[in-house]
């Protein structure tokens, strides 16, 4: 089955500098990419994703970039602010509903003011 | 409503009691999901509902009965479980043909 691993498990940054979380997957045959974010007992909510036909997408201040070759994707987060504290998590699937997603360990994000 | 719904927030059960926990969404979607999430560990897939139909279930052991009675509401029955079921039981949900999962807030069982 799928294994996806993430890296770091966490991150310390200042406001306003940038964080990138890298995650790794195993099987060649997924083909969708989504990351979540879970504040403190909260839901994991998720904040942006991408399929396997897209190299980069962008929504504001986050990105994802994917590498199919290398089986590696990234979230870029910039201009960091403290309500992006959280635990990050990165997700693989092989898309359309109804299929499994695959979790990565999570990475807890804290955004020093 | 474009939001998952899940009762009871907050459950203590005893390891000889039966309880369920109840998830609702309306917005249509056609899969549904049950996942498990241990402290400071990323969630866990359960089961999976499809058109109303079991289509994935992750070997999970019988004292957690999913039930899917209609397209908006899943259900999952708990008998006789263990201390170390406690945890924070999401429910999820995705559009027909699309993979976008969206999560509802979440029961926290303890299991006494």
């Known amino acids: 089955g799928e294994n996806v691993e993430q890296h770091p498990s966490t991150l310390s940054v200042q406001e306003g500098d940038s964080a990138v979380i890298k995650c790794t997957y195993s099987?060649?045959?997924?083909?969708?990419f989504p990351w979540y974010k879970q504040e403190l007992g909260k839901r994991p909510q998720l904040i942006i994703d991408?399929?396997?036909?897209?190299g980069e997408k962008k929504d504001q201040r986050i990105a994802v970039t994917l590498n199919k070759t290398a089986k590696h994707f990234s979230l870029h987060i910039t201009e960091t602010q403290p309500e992006d504290s959280a635990v990050y998590f990165c997700?693989?699937?092989?898309?359309?509903?109804?299929?499994?997603?695959?979790f990565g360990g999570g990475t807890r994000v804290l955004v020093k003011p | 409503d474009t939001e998952v719904t899940q009762t009871p927030k907050h459950l203590v059960m005893g390891m000889t009691n039966k309880k369920s926990l109840k998830c609702e969404q309306h917005m249509g979607h056609r899969a549904m999901y049950w996942y498990k999430q241990k402290a400071k560990k990323p969630p866990e897939l359960m089961f999976v509902y499809s058109y109303e139909k079991l289509s994935i279930n992750e070997s999970v052991p019988s004292r957690f009965s999913p039930e899917c009675p209609n397209s908006s509401l899943l259900n999952l029955h708990l008998h006789a479980l263990q201390p170390e079921d406690s945890a924070l039981y999401l429910c999820?949900?995705?559009?027909?043909?699309?993979?976008?999962?969206?999560f509802g807030q979440g029961t926290r069982l303890t299991v006494v």
């Open positions: 997700a693989a699937s092989m898309g359309a509903a109804g299929n499994k997603l695959t």
């Open positions: 999820a949900s995705s559009p027909g043909g699309r993979d976008e999962a969206f």
């Open positions: 991408i399929r396997s036909n897209v």
């Open positions: 099987d060649s045959a997924s083909n969708y």
